[in-house]
C-alpha cells in the first residue's frame, strides 16, 4: 500500500510499509510543564499498540520537572492508587523522523483515561476539549507562536570513558551545580538585534536549527538574533492550532538537542538574566470558518461607528473573542505564566505587559490586535504577549481559546478602551487590572471558587493544575537563595 505523503492522511494499514526499514520507534507526549516525555521502543511493539494504545505510568503527572513527586497528592498519580497506568493513544498524524537521531520515526500521544475517556490534566486532551468546542460551531483556530531563548556556551566537561573533553548541556548541568550561574558565558555578548553578523560566528549550529525544524515538520518562517547577549528568536510557520501547539512543542525538543551537540545550551526560562530583556512565546490565533477558510475575525465592511477606533476592521465575533480573553486574563496567568521566574519578567519597563490591556498594533499591550490597515484582512488575529517561553504551549493556546470562546458565547463586549499609541502599559491611560504579580497570587486567583478557569477548564483540571503550581511555590518558600 503505497503511504501518503501528509502524515495526515496516515492510517493503521500504512504503518508496516512505513516503517519497513525501521527496526524501532520513538513516542512521547506532553507533561504539564510542557516537556515531552518518552521512549524507545521496538517497532514489533509499537505496531502492536499502534491501534489500541499502551500504559504510560501516571507518575509523569504526579512529580515536577525535577521528578519530585508533589508535597500535595493528586487525583491522577498518586500513593493511594498506586502510581497507577493511564493510557498513551498514539496519534498518527503526529508522524515525523527525528533529523538529529538517524531518521529515527517519532509519533506523539495524547494520555487517555484507562477506560478511554479523556484524561483531565493531559495538555494534548485540554486543546483538544476546546477545539471540539469550536468545531460545533464551524469554526477553525489558526495559531502561530515566536519564542525568544538565551543561549550558553557549555563548559567543557571530563567525560568518564576517554580523557577527551566534552561540551554539552550535561556539563552545563554539572557546572551549574558548582558554579554561580553568572559565570556561565553567553553565546555572545553585548545586545544587537537582528545582526546579520552574529549567526556566521557560529553558523553551523545556527543553519542546522534551521534545517532540522524543517525535517522534524515543526517549520521556522524568521529566524533572527534578538536583543540580548546570545538570544535568539524563531518565528514558528502558523497552521491549524493543534500541529500549532505539537510543533512549539517539538521546537523547544529541537533546539535543545540540536544545540547541545554543538556545545550550546539553550534557555527558555522568562527571565535567565537580571537587568536584561526576559524570553517571550508570544501566540497568535484567530478563527477561520471551516468550509471556506475564511478569516472571521475580518470585517466585511469597516465600521463607521465603532465603540473604539482600533476596532473598525474586527468582525463582531472578533470583538466578542477579544473582550472573553480580556474579562478572563487574569484567573489562567498560572498558565501564562507557570513559574516563580515568569513574574521576573512582568515587571514594567521591560517590553513585557503588566495589565488586561489591548490596542491596535500595540506592543506594549497584553493583547495586540493586528488588522487592516497595518495586515490585510486575511492576516486579522490576536497575539497574545504576556505569555513567556517558558510556558506549555498547548496550555497557553488552549486557554486563549477557552476565554475567546467564552466570549463568543456569552456575547461580550470589550470592557476597556485600547491602550493609544505612545500611551504606557500601567500609566494613567491605562484602565486595566494589573495582573498578578506572583506565582501565589496568580494561583490564589485562579483556584478558587467560581472563577473563570473552573469554568472553561472544569475542576479536576483547575485543581490538578493548580496543585502543581503550589508545590512550584512551597519549593521556592523553603529554598534559601543568594539574596
Request: aromatic fraction near 10%.
Amino acid at each position: 500500500m503505497p503511504v501518503p505523503d501528509d502524515p495526515a492522511h496516515l492510517t493503521l494499514d500504512h504503518l508496516p510499509a512505513l516503517l519497513h526499514h525501521d527496526v524501532s520507534v520513538k513516542v512521547g507526549g506532553v507533561d504539564i510543564d510542557g516537556i515531552i516525555r518518552g521512549k524507545l521502543m521496538s517497532k514489533k511493539k509499537f505496531l502492536s499498540i499502534a491501534k489500541s494504545g499502551f500504559g504510560f505510568c501516571s507518575v509523569i503527572f504526579g512529580w515536577d520537572m525535577h521528578d519530585q513527586t508533589y508535597f500535595k497528592e493528586l487525583k491522577i498519580s498518586n500513593k493511594e492508587n498506586g502510581y497507577r497506568d493511564i493510557v498513551a493513544h498514539v496519534d498518527l498524524t503526529s508522524f515525523r523522523r527525528i533529523p538529529w537521531e538517524k531518521d529515527i520515526p517519532f509519533f506523539l500521544c495524547s494520555f487517555r483515561e484507562p477506560e478511554g475517556e479523556s484524561l483531565s490534566a493531559c495538555p494534548r486532551s485540554l486543546l483538544e476539549r476546546q477545539c471540539e468546542k469550536i468545531d460545533a460551531k464551524g469554526y477553525g483556530a489558526m495559531a502561530g507562536a515566536e519564542y525568544e531563548f538565551f543561549t550558553f556556551r557549555a563548559p567543557e566537561a571530563a567525560t568518564t570513558s576517554s580523557h577527551d573533553a566534552s561540551r554539552n548541556s550535561s556539563a552545563t548541568a554539572t557546572f551549574l551545580q558548582r558554579n554561580p550561574v553568572n559565570d556561565l558565558p553567553s553565546l555572545e555578548q553585548g545586545m544587537f538585534g537582528y545582526s546579520l553578523t552574529r549567526p556566521s560566528h557560529n553558523q553551523d549550529w545556527y543553519y542546522s536549527i534551521y534545517n532540522n525544524c524543517i525535517k522534524f515538520r515543526c517549520d521556522i518562517e524568521g529566524w533572527h538574533t534578538e536583543s540580548g547577549p546570545g538570544v535568539y528568536e524563531a518565528a514558528l510557520e502558523y497552521g491549524e492550532i493543534r500541529g500549532m501547539a505539537d510543533r512549539a512543542a517539538l521546537f523547544k525538543l529541537c533546539v535543545k538537542n540540536t544545540s547541545s551537540r554543538y556545545g550550546i545550551t539553550p534557555c527558555f526560562m522568562a527571565k535567565p538574566r537580571e537587568g536584561l530583556p526576559g524570553n517571550s512565546g508570544h501566540v497568535h490565533v484567530s478563527l477561520t470558518n471551516k468550509e471556506t477558510g475564511a478569516n472571521l475575525f475580518a470585517r466585511e465592511k469597516v465600521d463607521t461607528n465603532p465603540p473604539f477606533e482600533d476596532v473598525r476592521h474586527l468582525s463582531d465575533l472578533g470583538r466578542m473573542f477579544l473582550a472573553g480573553i480580556l474579562d478572563g486574563l487574569p484567573d489562567v496567568m498560572p498558565i501564562v505564566a507557570p513559574t516563580i521566574n515568569s513574574y521576573k519578567r512582568l515587571v514594567e519597563n521591560f517590553w513585557a505587559p503588566v495589565t488586561v490591556s489591548w490596542g491596535l498594533e500595540h506592543r506594549a499591550a497584553s493583547i495586540r490586535l493586528i488588522a487592516p490597515p497595518t495586515a490585510p484582512p486575511k492576516g486579522t488575529r490576536f497575539e497574545v504577549r504576556v505569555a513567556g517561553a517558558d510556558t506549555n504551549p498547548h496550555l497557553v493556546m488552549a486557554a486563549i481559546l477557552a476565554l475567546g470562546y467564552r466570549g463568543i458565547e456569552k456575547k461580550m463586549s470589550i470592557s476597556i478602551p485600547p491602550l493609544g499609541k505612545g500611551q504606557d502599559v500601567g500609566g494613567n491611560a491605562d484602565r486595566g487590572q494589573r495582573l498578578a504579580k506572583n506565582l501565589k497570587e496568580a494561583t490564589e486567583r485562579m483556584k478558587k471558587k467560581g472563577s473563570v478557569a473552573r469554568e472553561v477548564f472544569g475542576d479536576d483540571f483547575v485543581d490538578h493544575f493548580c496543585g502543581t503550581r503550589e508545590h512550584e511555590i512551597r519549593l521556592w518558600d523553603e529554598a534559601v537563595t543568594d539574596w
